[in-house]
């Protein structure tokens, strides 16, 4: 059985091509935006952290590729740095492994970003948002978001629900939505 951060990739991998462009909301160590390098013609990856940045732009050059444009900006910026539309998008939430744990992604923020994506997104483009629950906040994100997607128009996106139900410590989820016709959230597009 797949765990959920393997599923996110082949979920992603079956709409990527080399005529793509995706967006890594969370860049943190840096694997999704690789992951995304290899299989897009163009991505931009989001992080407000410094380290996040380097650490990125250490595996990118790792793995020669150069057609990521690191941001050192909240993701719910997006719409300032992302004007074509997306072919794919994933978000890792929670905290930088490795760093201050204190500085993480907040539910209020989180989905003004899901929200810019899904506007951004191709008809046919998918996102992926991987939840970690088992950190101090991490719940409400989780709350929050599950709040905000579960109430999205099904006639403009499927959203869909992977997760482990029988294990402990508050194991990670997997959101996945796909988009279906035109989005605007100035237009009434929650049920």
């Known amino acids: 059985m797949k765990r959920p951060l393997a599923f996110s990739h082949d979920f992603l991998a079956e709409v990527l091509d080399d005529q793509s462009v995706a967006l890594d909301a969370t860049m943190g160590n840096g694997n999704d935006t ?25 595996r990118l050059v790792e793995q020669g590729l150069d057609n990521a444009e690191l941001i050192l900006d909240g993701h719910e910026n997006l719409d300032q740095y992302v004007a074509e539309p997306l072919r794919a998008a994933m978000f890792n939430l929670g905290y930088l492994p490795s760093a201050d744990k204190a500085i993480m992604t907040k539910p209020q923020t989180t989905i003004q970003a899901i929200q810019k994506v899904l506007e951004r997104l191709e008809v046919g483009g998918r996102l992926a948002i991987m939840v970690y629950p088992g950190h101090a906040g991490g719940d409400v994100e989780k709350d929050s978001v599950l709040e905000f997607v579960s109430h ?20 990670p989820l997997l959101i996945m939505l796909e988009k279906h016709s035109s989005i605007s959230f100035s237009d009434e597009i929650l049920l």
């Open 34 to 58: 690789v992951f995304l390098a290899k299989r897009s013609q163009k991505v931009y990856a989001f992080d407000i952290q410094e380290k996040a940045l380097k650490k990125t732009s250490h």
């Open 152 to 171: 999205l128009e099904q006639k403009l996106v499927t959203v869909m629900l992977y997760q482990a139900i029988n294990q402990i410590n508050n194991p």
